[in-house]
């Protein structure tokens, strides 16, 4: 058994290796930034939320998608639940003018950046664009190589919140350097605006990138399938250490939705973004999905663990080797979040004990979040009186132990 503090907790113990089972438990982080740009968080204290356009339409944007997004944002009760970011990402760019301004696609765009700002704010929302580091974007776009504070000038003009930043054609630059320039250029307009670093995890940004952004990609794009899920989920989780309030790791986009996984698959995948503290960026069409996809985006139970004010990256704490894994992340009322993973096709047992997600044996509330259901169960230490839920094939049960006196 080793000891190891948390953030507001007391010391919390963490089970030792267990005969097959590979304890992956480390110490929490006590390393990364407390504030990333000094003093008091004021950006994305929690993990960014939204909606990004291009998991669904990649190259296909226009002014009236992000309206009509925007609008969906509302009336499907996203907003409510905490959805802030209406990003446009690759393609809304054709040109810079004679005076060095980029310029949007005027077929796409004819009213202008501005106006389409002007309409996502008058909905309560944020208002994010797409960039590149480098001289173009990923589709071949003017990127901002050279022109990082007149591009930062024009989006605090048209009142942008959010810029994600790609890394396509910036090889033979340095990373940090690059970045850096962004946030100095986006501090000096004095407006707000959120830095997603999109760099794919080339330059360890969990090293660098939280003092300079407030989210950073740690792989390769996303697909809409279950391979690339687990895959993500991997490689995400190795870097649980650099989260916390004001710099987060960024798994990319949400799929949730797109077609290309069950429900329960999705249900999974956002349920594990929430225990990760990933940001929840939503990449389907939100003016027509199914209520139980709309249900799956708006579970405010999991939204909480995801937003939780602690700030602690939820990891692996155990795997047992057979494609079952418990999650665990702690809260912070003194709850743990767990998700028991079942990584395979068919049902299985999952099962907990107190002590690997770091409680004292003893009674404690259980809720599950995504039944509701509600019951009290004692842990004594004992091996029999481990929490046992059966697990259906690729999901999750996702639940809230808080421990009772
Ligand atoms: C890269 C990014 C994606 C998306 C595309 C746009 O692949 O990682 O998230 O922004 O570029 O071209």
């Not at 969990?206 to 950073?216: D, K, P, R, T, V």
Request: charged share 25%.
């Amino acid at each position: 058994m080793k000891e190891i503090m948390s953030a507001g907790f007391a010391a919390l113990v963490l089970a030792a290796c267990t005969g097959g089972e590979t304890d992956r438990s480390v110490p929490e982080s006590s390393e990364a930034p407390a504030a990333a740009q000094g003093g008091a968080i004021t950006l994305a204290a929690t993990p960014p939320m939204g909606f990004n356009t291009w998991n669904r339409f990649g190259c296909d944007v226009s002014e009236t998608l992000v309206r009509g997004i925007a609008d969906a944002m509302v009336e499907s009760g996203m907003r409510e639940v905490g959805y802030e970011y209406v990003v446009i990402d690759d393609c809304w760019q054709v040109d810079r003018g004679p005076d060095g301004i980029i310029v949007p696609d005027p077929d796409r765009f004819p009213s202008g950046m501005k106006a389409v700002a002007d309409y996502v704010h008058e909905r309560g929302l944020k208002f994010g664009l797409y960039t590149d580091a480098g001289p173009k974007t990923c589709e071949g776009r003017p990127g901002s190589l050279g022109y990082e504070e007149v591009d930062a000038r024009t989006y605090a003009d048209w009142g942008v919140d959010y810029v994600k930043v790609d890394w396509c054609h910036s090889d033979s630059l340095s990373a940090p350097v690059q970045y850096a320039k962004f946030r100095e250029a986006f501090d000096a307009t004095g407006r707000d605006m959120v830095l997603s670093i999109c760099e794919w995890g080339r330059n360890r940004p969990w090293e660098w990138a939280g003092e300079i952004g407030q989210l950073w990609r740690t792989t390769a794009d996303i697909r809409d399938n279950w391979d690339s899920v687990l895959w993500i989920l991997e490689a995400n989780n190795r870097h649980h250490e650099a989260a916390g309030p004001g710099h987060w790791n960024d798994p990319d986009m949400l799929e949730v939705g797109n077609g290309g996984m069950t429900v329960e698959e999705y249900r999974s995948h956002f349920s594990l973004w929430a225990m990760m503290a990933a940001p929840l960026i939503a990449g389907n069409d939100l003016r027509d999905m199914s209520d139980e996809i709309r249900d799956i985006l708006t579970n405010e139970e999991v939204i909480a663990v995801d937003q939780d004010p602690l700030g602690v990256q939820g990891r692996i704490v155990l795997d047992r080797g057979y494609g079952a894994q418990v999650w665990a992340k702690p809260l912070a009322d003194g709850s743990v979040a767990v998700a028991l993973f079942n990584q395979r096709d068919g049902e299985m047992d999952g099962s907990v004990s107190w002590h690997e997600i770091g409680l004292d044996p003893g009674p404690a509330n259980v809720r599950d979040l995504w039944t509701g259901e509600e019951f009290q169960h004692l842990d004594d230490g004992t091996i029999a009186t481990r929490l046992r839920r059966p697990m259906p094939g690729h999901g999750v049960v996702m639940l809230r132990v808080t421990p009772a006196g």
